[in-house]
């Protein structure tokens, strides 16, 4: 359902752009997560994972495209591709080949509030990662030549994952009804039209106002140590020379919505119909305290797996539903989003799901949850943490959003106290503010030729 | 900060695979290198009762992965009852022993577990990943799934209900209209021609004495294959094998299945209005335990491999922009085996896509890698594992079973730099030719592609 970020190429298991796993800073049996700042501004995570001889080395930008010019949507993303193409000391592929014979892994994701590149190599490439690193920080150089075949690569990407899917066409569309002011209205990946005019240009000028140390995060995860990582920082990105500094980043924000609206989506290539409901709500930069936690035990309990409410008495109860389900998308600098969706089985019509959603809906938001309800739901948030711990680039892309997306790690180490301490009264609360049938936005994705009934 | 809900996935969720995805259900492609890493000390643990199982023990997470493969899996389908084995696979929390769905849905909630199960081409895989503190929580209710599973009737019934309106969901999808047709034109009337999820009307006469046999048959001792990774001893492990495996019946009672050589040398083109044109190749493969193995696997990576850096990369994305995903994978099934290479490209460019395709090909065929090229698919290969391989509990659990299903033995970690740093040119240009100078089987699927153009 949520369809926020785009890599060079598919990353399996990475998928959701804004899914948050949060972690204890001092998990058992795992070495303490520390930070520092350069001279320059680049802030600098460790998070040592001495099991397996192998580092993940991230840096985010704090640049996504919701910060692009209007009218130039795709930058961000466009940008991410022409990375690669080389600067004055390393030719076009060199990097890439460089950590393909020593049999790293590499790649690169644009989202709304960010921009990062990895690699995952052993411990001993890791000086020659971050010397190529920060060498592209600033370095990069671009022509023409290399520019106008990227360009081509990339409407293929929008073709392959946009126009060749309904229901990606109709996500985007949603979200450009759902967002009415913010930058979020405009897809990642750009809109066909805009993409075809990006030139080297646009992509110099987006570089050349964001991608600096004072404007980056480094995290670096896995068989290291902090100290290591610090000296070796010092002789890479600590040269790289600070750059202007960066206005806050102050996006258009929603206006008071007022409407119910409606998008809907017939195709041929749709057998079977399903809608999907959205709201513009806070997100856990902008929400008040609790709020942003209270969202997320809500989507849990209300459609989080096949325990949830709307599993069980759509599609095990009554047995009208294929599927249902509801997300939060609160990992934003602005606004974020929070969804239902569903589809019929059988006999039944897409208005049935759609009225039951909303009787589930309903239910929460003027009778609450349970406490057991609400238990559950802590416990299965507070599992996943530990679980978390398992994975080396998990655990980094954990900090890299949060700290690219206005977080800093005192929030992530607060993180499960304040999921702990959420009310029922607090999530019942929520239900009945942000749910709001008569400020929400309802796709339909339809078969050719039928309606909704 | 919402979790990722991966225990929750539903069969029904896996059927619109699409592109290569197909090719690998179950025999995931040759494993990568084993690097001698300090996670990887397996031990070989065989219970009291004779089940044995691979075990890596590490306590840096207080967590505890299992997996294991029955083989047989979906060719086991009887003939008209095609679908049987993957609605099996939805089944194991729907109910096992004295608790009912609903009871066995909180017991696992409770005992803090995840567990998920799994219908390949090849065998029925389960997992379950827990907090090593619940174990015996956890491993008493993945015995009753695994040896007691109830199949009731109300389960039965909606889990087939939410697959068949899976199928139907995509019957109008041309991707997946594509995949079936290709598979038919590959393997004939082979099990694996068939469809993994079955049909509408096949699915309607499995009865749940049908399941119960089919469970009973291919749930043994003989065929089972387990792997176990985290904070648990080998004599801690010996019991709870016994425990979940030690009452299921040394043989299993499988349907033979033939070997089949892949169809090449024809042409499947279906001709839809898709703003992308997909196309995909199939060659002759190699198997497993073909000396030639390596050679080839060598020469598929110089080929299509890797991330940035293959032939086809290089000449289909980075020149010409012609596409944005593009590689080729040796498949290597159990009972057959492929190269196959897939991309999406720009319809009114498919032609000469095709051709550059072609081009690349041939001049693999005729002159093989070059040394340089060897060298670095080589360092690539053999540095590469440790990252895609050991990079969680979950994945080194997976690469235990896998070792263990291809019969390579639990040296093969130490073997498997040798074997690769071991071929020659001489050798890569052989499996060139061998695979590459057969006539391909080609699908199209785009505008204009019509059979006999």
Do not use: C
């Not at chain 1, 655990?395 to 890299?400: D, Q, V």
């Not at chain 2, 699409?18 to 219970?47: D, H, K, M, N, W």
């Amino acid at each position: 359902m949520i369809f926020s970020q785009f890599a060079r190429r598919r990353i399996a298991g990475l998928a959701a752009g804004f899914v948050m796993l949060v972690v204890p800073a001092a998990a058992q049996g795992l070495g303490d997560i520390s930070t520092f700042t350069l001279d320059n501004g680049l802030e600098v995570v460790v998070i040592p994972d001495r099991r397996a001889p192998v580092v993940t080395h991230m840096v985010w930008y704090k640049v996504g495209s919701a910060d692009e010019v209007r009218g130039k949507s795709g930058i961000a993303h466009f940008l991410e591709h022409l990375m690669f193409k080389g600067t004055a000391r390393h030719k076009a592929g060199e990097f890439s080949a460089r950590i393909a014979e020593i049999g790293g892994n590499e790649n690169a994701f644009t989202s709304y509030d960010y921009t990062a590149y990895f690699q995952q190599v052993a411990p001993e490439a890791l000086p020659m990662v971050m010397d190529f690193e920060s060498d592209r920080m600033r370095g990069l150089i671009l022509t023409d030549e290399v520019v106008a075949p990227e360009r081509d690569v990339i409407l293929e990407e929008r073709r392959s994952r946009i126009e060749n899917s309904p229901g990606a066409l109709l996500s985007e569309e949603i979200d450009a009804t759902l967002y009415q002011n913010s930058p979020y209205g405009v897809p990642v990946i750009g809109w066909m039209h805009e993409i075809a005019k990006l030139d080297r240009n646009d992509a110099v000028t987006f570089y050349d106002r964001y991608y600096a140390p004072n404007n980056a995060v480094l995290v670096v995860a896995g068989d290291v140590d902090a100290a290591e990582v610090r000296a070796l920082a010092d002789t890479t990105y600590g040269k790289v020379e600070r750059g202007p500094a960066l206005p806050p980043r102050i996006r258009a924000q929603e206006p008071e919505q007022n409407t119910a609206r409606t998008v809907t989506m017939t195709d041929p290539r749709v057998s079977v119909p399903s809608l999907q409901k959205s709201w513009v709500v806070p997100s856990y930069e902008n929400a008040a305290k609790g709020e942003a936690e209270a969202l997320d035990l809500l989507a849990e309990i209300l459609g989080g797996g096949i325990r949830s409410r709307l599993y069980q008495e759509l599609v095990v109860k009554s047995g009208i539903a294929a599927s249902s389900g509801a997300y939060y998308r609160g990992r934003s600098l602005d606004d974020g989003a929070f969804g239902v969706y569903g589809s019929p089985r059988g006999e039944a019509k897409l208005e049935d799901i759609e009225k039951a959603v909303n009787a589930e809906i309903g239910k929460i938001a003027s009778d609450g949850v349970t406490a057991d309800e609400l238990e559950r739901a802590r416990n299965r948030f507070l599992r996943s943490l530990v679980f978390a711990r398992d994975s080396q680039s998990g655990m980094a892309r954990i900090y890299g959003s949060t700290l690219t997306t206005g977080g800093d790690i005192a929030e992530i180490d607060a993180w499960p106290d304040r999921i702990k301490a959420v009310t029922a009264e607090q999530v019942k609360a929520a239900a009945a503010r942000y749910l709001d049938s008569r400020r929400s936005v309802t796709g339909y994705l339809l078969p050719d030729g039928e309606d909704r009934t | 900060m919402s979790r990722r809900n991966d225990m929750h996935e539903r069969p029904v969720g896996r059927l619109a695979q699409t592109g290569l995805a197909f090719f690998f259900a179950f025999y995931f492609l040759a494993l990568s290198a084993l690097a001698p890493a300090r996670a990887a000390q397996i031990q070989e643990v065989t219970s009291d009762s004779g089940v044995t199982a691979w075990l890596v023990e590490d306590y840096s997470v207080p967590i505890i992965a299992i997996r294991f493969i029955l083989e047989g899996g979906t060719t086991q389908d009887p003939q008209g009852k095609e679908g049987l084995v993957n609605l099996m696979s939805g089944l194991f929390d729907e109910g096992a022993g004295d608790l009912d769905a609903d009871a066995f849905q909180l017991a696992l909630d409770d005992a803090g577990a995840e567990m998920g199960f799994s219908a390949g081409v090849d065998g029925m895989s389960g997992s379950m990943r827990m907090l090593a503190e619940k174990r015996d929580d956890a491993f008493a209710l993945l015995k009753l799934a695994v040896t007691s599973p109830r199949f009731d009737q109300a389960p039965i019934d909606r889990i087939r209900a939410q697959i068949v309106a899976g199928i139907v969901a995509s019957s109008r999808d041309p991707e997946r209209a594509a995949e079936i047709a290709f598979s038919q034109a590959l393997y004939g009337d082979h099990p694996y021609a068939r469809r993994r999820e079955g049909t509408a009307e096949t699915l309607a006469t499995v009865t749940a004495d049908d399941l119960r046999t089919a469970h009973r048959r291919m749930f043994a001792r003989e065929r089972l294959h387990v792997g176990v990774v985290g904070a648990i001893d080998a004599e801690t492990l010996k019991k709870h094998l016994d425990e979940l495996f030690g009452s299921l019946p040394e043989k299993a009672e499988l349907t033979p299945v033939p070997y089949i050589r892949p169809r090449l040398g024809q042409e499947v083109r279906i001709d839809y209005p898709l703003p992308q044109t997909s196309i995909q190749l199939a060659y002759p493969g190699v198997e497993r335990k073909d000396p030639r193995f390596f050679a080839a696997y060598l020469m598929n990576h110089v080929l299509g491999g890797g991330t940035f850096t293959s032939r086809l990369f290089n000449e289909v994305r980075e020149k010409r922009g012609l596409a944005y995903g593009i590689g080729s994978d040796l498949s290597n099934r159990r009972h057959s085996s492929a190269l196959v290479m897939g991309t999406g490209t720009n319809s009114e460019r498919a032609q000469e896509t095709l051709s550059v395709i072609r081009d690349v090909v041939k001049r693999m065929a005729e002159e093989g890698p070059t040394e340089a090229e060897l060298e670095s698919a080589k360092r690539y290969l053999v540095g590469s594992y440790a990252i895609n391989n050991l990079n969680s509990s979950g994945a080194i659990a997976n690469t235990l079973v896998q070792l263990q299903v291809e019969e390579l033995g639990i040296d093969y970690i130490d073997r498997r730099a040798g074997l690769i740093n071991a071929v020659t040119r001489d050798e890569a240009a052989e499996a060139a030719k061998l695979l590459l100078s057969a006539d391909p089987a080609v699908l199209i699927l785009g505008p204009g592609s019509k059979n006999g153009d």
